[in-house]
T-cell receptor, first 113, second 109 residues
Framework: DAGVIQSPRHEVTEMGQEVTLRCKPISGHDYLFWYRQTMMRGLELLIYFNNNVPIDDSGMPEDRFSAKMPNASFSTLKIQPSEPRDSAVYFC???????????FGSGTRLTVV | SQQGEEDPQALSIQEGENATMNCSYKTSINNLQWYRQNSGRGLVHLILIRSNEREKHSGRLRVTLDTSKKSSSLLITASRAADTASYFCATANNNDMRFGAGTRLTVKP
């Protein structure tokens, strides 16, 4: 298995633009998580899905953020409109169970200028 | 938001020495996990210890858990330059898992 695959690896965009981050989880993993990592706040859970259904989105910072999982092999995290304070590394992770051994992707480094 | 607090924030040792990192947390847990993150990469799961376990080993890793003190330690024995990374503890309770701020370990060759 190629692991959790995220794209793009790097994204630089201008303030106000729409940004879409993509994730392909490990096949068979029923749970998918989106995290954001910054120096100031560390790793923050944004949202997680179970069997493609969003379970907890309480970590999504604002209405500008939205996430979807249209099928078991694909998820997106969208920011519209983007702001400089959204600059961070965004990680997708997947697992068989909600609290056991997450497999993380390599992340997307987002820079909003 | 974070729950685990790692200590120290940064640790620098010579190759061959042992490295010990600590994690303290505040609420009850089902299990506690340790992850490693190399620069520019995602986190890699290292080891999981359940709340009813006190010690666990995996290769050069040894993890202890003291639920009465709400603390855990990760010991890496005979460290190597390749162990240079950030190490995070993550506490799991029901369907909620929170990561600490991490310990930055540097192993000098």
């Amino acid at each position: 298995d190629a692991g959790v695959i995220q794209s793009p690896r790097h994204e630089v965009t201008e303030m106000g633009q729409e940004v879409t981050l993509r994730c392909k989880p490990i096949s068979g993993h029923d749970y998918l998580f989106w995290y954001r990592q910054t120096m100031m706040r560390g790793l923050e859970l944004l949202i997680y899905f179970n069997n493609n259904v969003p379970i907890d989105d309480s970590g999504m910072p604002e209405d500008r953020f939205s996430a979807k999982m249209p099928n078991a092999s694909f998820s997106t995290l969208k920011i519209q409109p983007s702001e400089p304070r959204d600059s961070a590394v965004y990680f997708c992770a997947s697992s068989f169970y909600p609290n056991y051994g997450y497999t993380f992707g390599s992340g997307t480094r987002l820079t909003v200028v | 938001s974070q729950q685990g607090e790692e200590d120290p924030q940064a640790l620098s040792i010579q190759e061959g020495e042992n490295a010990t990192m600590n994690c303290s947390y505040k609420t009850s847990i089902n299990n506690l996990q340790w992850y490693r993150q190399n620069s520019g990469r995602g986190l890699v799961h290292l080891i999981l210890i359940r709340s009813n376990e006190r010690e666990k080993h995996s290769g050069r890793l040894r993890v202890t858990l003291d639920t009465s003190k709400k603390s855990s330690s990760l010991l890496i024995t005979a460290s190597r330059a390749a162990d240079t990374a950030s190490y995070f503890c993550a506490t799991a309770n029901n369907n909620d898992m929170r990561f600490g701020a991490g310990t930055r370990l540097t192993v000098k060759p």
